[in-house]
């Protein structure tokens, strides 16, 4: 497949991709936000591109049209992935070179010039109204990790692990879009004393996680089967999950995560469609006991070859590095299991709500998902070009990126989900 535009090789939205977000951008007054998808360094105004007769050749999406004005891709995303699959298919070929389609963009330079914009000209927004957002813990390496620092390696995993998709309900009102800072949250954390103090976090962490989003709901009451679940998955993201670890640690006892959690977790821009990752699918790490029947799957590649990268770039430095590098195989459940786990006692799902993988870790150094892993704890400290951490840092951006190369070469990539961390609060003013 090659298009009549001008991609680089290194674009993570090449053809064989098509990512679906939502944006603004000012040329023509374009303040309202709607859909489009990322080709290249370009974006495709949707609305515009719908108005101006650019879906007439696909009359399943023609009673339909309304989606690419919505402000979120929630009413495009329950329209269901045989017709996600058949949009996708249908602006793969719009873009191809000397197509079947070429009438409807290339050889049309009014309607090339009003509904192609630079990303950099773009502002993105949150691509779905997320309604509920569930963190797992299916990176397997980064439990063990964690399980070892703090009971030791006989008992590193809990004995439920390897039974089901743990997780826990996450806070939605606090997820934000790529590009937005972070401020460093207060809570509680323990002093030199072990006494609990009011402070702002001084072992801010950020996680490496892969998020899905549905498309499809079910009633209350009524199970997802496994075989259904991957149906209702509409596309995944690249999902930075912060974590005050000092904060996390005094309160999680006995209930889990809260402060420590809520205060902020990035999602990357683009939204990959599910049906783009098909060619990509691999083996997870096996899972060493026989788990009960709901959760049992006869596929065997049941997720995804996706490379993984962590970025720092230290507050005050002009440049930073990959601190860590890991693959999205180095999970022990699907998607499918999280969302059919999830919904075995009846729990309604609904469009656009979100499931985080949990970190993703791999089996050697270098490829720790959290400062957490690599920092044993903050026992140890590394270096970035010369400047020293354990845990972030005022002033201090990650990027985490994630990427997929078929056969030919072609990148099929995430964008980047990145976020800049913010001075705390002090007496309710910003003190940068």
């Known amino acids: 497949m090659e298009s009549w535009l001008d991609i680089t090789p290194h674009s993570d939205f090449s053809l064989i991709n098509i990512p679906f977000g939502i944006i603004t951008y000012p040329g023509a007054g374009i303040s309202t936000p709607r859909v489009a998808v990322a080709i290249g360094d370009q974006a495709l105004d949707l609305a515009v591109f719908s108005t101006s007769q650019g879906f007439s050749k696909l009359p399943v999406i023609q009673p339909h049209l309304h989606v690419f004005h919505e ?13 996600h699959r058949r949009v996708r ?21 009014e309607l090339r010039s009003v509904s192609l914009i630079k990303l950099t000209s773009v502002r993105n927004y949150l691509p779905m109204q997320i309604g509920d957002y569930t963190d797992f813990y299916v990176g397997k390496h980064h439990a063990y990790n964690v399980g070892v620092l703090f009971r030791g390696p006989a008992n590193a995993l809990q004995p439920n692990y390897s039974h ?8 939605a009102s606090s997820i934000v879009v790529s590009g937005t800072s972070v401020r460093r ?77 809520n205060f902020a977790s990035t999602v990357s821009a683009w939204v990959v469609l599910a049906d783009a990752l098909e060619p990509f699918r691999t083996e997870g790490i096996p899972n060493e006991i026989d788990v009960l029947s709901y959760l049992r799957s ?9 490379n993984l990268e962590i970025f720092l770039l230290p507050g005050g ?9 890991s693959n999205s195989c180095n999970m022990l459940w699907s998607f499918p299991q999280m969302l059919t786990h999830h919904t075995v006692g009846g729990c309604p ?65 995430f964008g980047e989900c990145r976020g800049k961390i913010l001075s705390a609060w002090v007496n309710g003013i910003a003190s940068e």
């Open 71 to 83: 402000p979120t891709l929630n009413a495009f995303a329950a329209l269901g992935r045989p017709v």
């Open 89 to 109: 298919e249908y602006l793969q070929k719009v873009f191809t070179k000397n197509g079947p389609y070429r009438e409807l963009l290339q050889d049309s330079q």
């Open 164 to 171: 089901l998709p743990v997780g826990y309900h996450g806070r």
């Open 185 to 261: 949250p207060w809570g509680q954390i323990l002093d030199a004393e072990s006494s609990p103090i009011y402070h702002p976090t001084k072992r801010l962490d950020y996680e490496l996680e892969l998020g899905a989003f549905l498309c499809k709901s079910n009633r209350l009451g009524t199970p997802v089967a496994l075989a259904d679940a991957e149906d209702c998955l509409f596309g995944y993201v690249l999902l930075n999950d912060w974590s005050a670890r000092d904060v996390q640690s005094w309160e999680y006892v006995p209930l889990g995560p809260f402060n420590a959690k």
């Open 298 to 306: 006869n596929v065997t590649e049941a997720v995804f070859n996706i």
């Open 317 to 325: 430095a002009t440049s930073g590095s990959v601190v860590s590098r």
């Open 349 to 413: 799902m609904n469009v656009g709500d979100l499931l985080g993988s949990g970190t993703i870790s791999g089996p050697e150094a270098g490829m720790e998902g959290s400062l957490l892993e690599l920092t044993r704890s903050g026992s140890k400290s590394f270096d970035v070009n010369g400047v020293e951490r354990t845990f972030l840092e005022d002033g201090d951006e990650v990027v985490l990126r994630g990427w997929c190369v078929d056969s030919n070469g072609l990148r099929l990539g």
